[in-house]
């Protein structure tokens, strides 16, 4: 019904009508070689120009360039200690997966190498329904409060007046928004520039709850998937040189490399911190511009993802999928990061507007599992038949169900027993919050500086270079300030960071 006649391919109105010549519009003639007037009754006409100037879906605001690919998750290792989930539980369990990597700020249409964080969406189609991760290529975020989520963005994006992106608005806020500075040692360290979407991490940011069996305990963790393939990077120029050579080099990678059976892979691993270590933890795990050091909890292995099929259609497959952080299955829950909370509201908010209101019925969006949601019908585009005569209200009965004898199901719906999660919301210190900037939040920066980078080979050579390249495009006012951010990382770094700036200038 409705499908794609792939067995003979005889074109047709999209109303199914046979057509004989879909590459000539009908025109008036009277015999003549010469014809006349093209005619308003060519259907074929009308509904292929009216369709193509309605193409395009309104884009992401942010996330809009991406890649994406079809997967399979595989636990290696049991966690059903810790998480009633049913696809985390039992080694081997398999199930479908889909991917989609993406780069933030720019449009659609633009370079896919550029300097920016990577979002990583995962889809897991699940017994149990779908579970999505929506993370980052980066451990940690620019903001802990959701509030300033819109102006990072836009201080990431173009100019209001000028419509170019602009270095000046981007060191302002984050010279007036310190908490991101860990983040931003992220985006101009050599990682802010990967190699192909196949060399990149990604990590929950976020701390989730994982709910043990019978919803009686939880575990706050954070979800590490680390590249099979290894992290790798460009340098800055390479990365700007395939930015305008080749665009769409890290498309072509993926593709080529599910195409050529080289399939890239990603190990899940956790970090699992109980409630009691939470609250007397020197980091308040819901901000999500701290990390958990790996020596006070180590990663610990869970599963394996493999990106194996590539996309039939890419606007069927990838435009169209919808991930959401309020996407997850029973034995896994949110914790109190307020901006978990807010893209909990925000993502799926996203996808009504840009897919519409039945944006889970698509067939790439579509749970494995069941669904059964009567109260949730009409609306643009519903496809899966809208349950029918089914009671439109909670708690009908089968009796006031059937409105007729003829139609509608024959028993009454209930609900699946025994999904009630913990009844825990946030321990008293743990929820403690302020957006405040202080010393604390140069600590870990200071870490990723001195101890990470430090001991790689040219790694903090390149994090100047890189940082001071971009602050060099600012106007000088925005200048000050964003050298005493670098140097409360430390007074080494801000040092480097003004000299070369300086030097750049002179
Ligand atoms: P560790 O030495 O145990 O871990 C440092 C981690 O940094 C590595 O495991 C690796 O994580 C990542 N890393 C290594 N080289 C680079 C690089 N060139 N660019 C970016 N990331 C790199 O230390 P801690 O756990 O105590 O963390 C110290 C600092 O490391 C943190 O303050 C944070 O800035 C950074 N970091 C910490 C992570 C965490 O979850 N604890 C994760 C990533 C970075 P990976 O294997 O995930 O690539």
Partial sequence: MGSVDTETRLYTLAEGCPYADPATAQRFSDGSPIKGLMLLQDTQLIETLAHFSRERIPERVVHARAVGAWGEFEVTHDIS????????????????????????????????????????????????????????????????????????????????????????????????????????????SDRGTPRSVRHVNGYSGHAY?????????????????ISDQGTDTMTADEATRLAGADPDYHTADLYNSIAASRFPSWTLKVQVMTPQQAEAYRWNVFDMTKVWPHADFPLQPVGKLTLNKNPDNYFADIEQAAFSPSTMVPGIAPSADPMLQARMFAYPDAARYRLGANYQQLPNNRPAAPVYSPYERDGRASINGNYGGDASYVRATAT???????????????????????????????????SDVVEDDFVQARAFWRDVLGPQPGQQAHFVSNVAGHIGLANREVWEATFDMFARVAPELGKAVRDAVLARDA
């Fill in 209 to 225: 709850k994982l709910v043990a069996p019978g919803g009686t305990g939880f575990h706050y963790v954070k979800f590490h998937f």
């Fill in 400 to 434: 006031r169900a059937v409105a007729f004898a003829s139609s509608g199901s024959k028993t009454a719906a209930a609900f699946t027993p025994g999904i009630t999660a913990h009844d825990v919301w946030a321990l008293g210190s743990v929820a403690e919050y302020t």
């Fill in 81 to 188: 200690h810790l998480t009633s989930a049913k696809f985390l539980n039992g080694i081997g369990t398999k199930s479908k997966t889909l991917s989609r990597i993406s780069t933030v700020g720019p449009e659609r249409g633009s370079a896919d190498t550029i300097r920016d964080v990577r979002g990583w969406a995962l889809k897991i189609f699940t017994e149990q329904g779908n579970q999505d991760f929506v993370f980052n290529d980066i451990p940690v975020f620019f903001v802990r409060d959701p509030v300033k989520f819109p102006s990072l963005n836009r201080s990431h994006k173009r100019h209001p007046a000028t419509n170019v992106t602009d270095a000046t608005i981007f060191w302002d806020f984050h010279s007036q928004n310190q908490e991101g500075i860990h983040a931003l040692m992220f985006l101009f």
